[in-house]
């Protein structure tokens, strides 16, 4: 059964910091590229990070880059977002999700699975 699991979101005052996991039972962990994604209230689904398979390939939305790491443990079967120096309009659910045989794609409609989500909420 295919499972991704979020975890870490919370409260933070701006400045902050969070780390979130992603623990997914794919099968095959290491043949998934994996994304964050988030949803704030009355906006639609939008890119965070990627990391490709094998880790050697990350991407960022501008609006997250300098700030925010994604990493990944294959061993683990794991995916970590790293949140640091946060702002309010970073507030939002966070999603993870893995794409079969991608390469880290910004575009949520190639993603095959999806988690439930974790809020982040930042305040000023």
């Known amino acids: 059964q295919v499972q991704v699991v979020e975890s870490g979101g919370g409260l933070v005052q701006a400045g902050g910091s969070l780390r979130l996991s992603c623990a997914a039972s794919?099968?095959?962990?290491?043949?998934?590229?994996m994304g964050w994604f988030r949803q704030a209230p009355g906006k639609e689904r939008e890119f965070v990070a990627a990391?490709?398979?094998?880790?050697?390939?990350?991407y960022y939305a501008d609006s997250v880059k300098g700030r925010f790491a994604i990493s990944r443990d294959n061993a683990k079967n794991t995916v970590y977002l790293q949140m640091n120096s946060l702002k309010p309009e970073d507030t939002a659910v966070y999603y993870c999700a893995a794409e079969h045989l991608g390469i880290g794609s910004t575009w949520s409609r190639t993603y095959n699975f999806w988690g439930q989500g974790t809020q982040v909420t930042v305040s000023s």
């Open positions: 990391i490709s398979w094998g880790g050697r390939s990350t």
């Open positions: 794919l099968g095959t962990f290491s043949s998934y590229a």
